[in-house]
């Protein structure tokens, strides 16, 4: 029998599964030091397009798009990064450099100083 959390997502099954593999960690490691930089650095850039977002990523990991589109939607499946708006997936959402709480608290974590 399946296992839900509080939200009622199945826990059990692997896409929930909270791994993450290295195209993962880069993408939320250039989503932190934009976050770190400015965190409202999206919305005064007016990046509020899925298209925008990408390319800024490709500028800062190297990776091409789409394998950052892919990323992206495992984060989003974890909760990790903001999902996208309106029904064809074009728009983002902006705010905090689409970090959610969970990923900012362990970068800060991470990154703090002994």
Known sequence: MPQKNQS???ITSSVYSKQLNSGAILILKASWQL???????LQKQGITETRSR?????K???LHADLIDLY??????????????????????VTECRLTPL???????ITRSP
């Open 103 to 109: 990923p900012k608290t362990l970068c800060e974590m």
């Open 54 to 58: 990408l390319e800024l990523m490709e």
């Open 8 to 10: 009622g997502l199945d």
């Open 35 to 41: 976050f770190k930089d400015d965190p409202v650095f």
């Open 72 to 93: 992206e939607r495992h984060l989003r499946e974890l909760n990790l990064i903001s999902p996208r708006q309106f029904s064809d997936g074009s728009g983002i959402v």
């Open 60 to 62: 800062k990991t190297k």
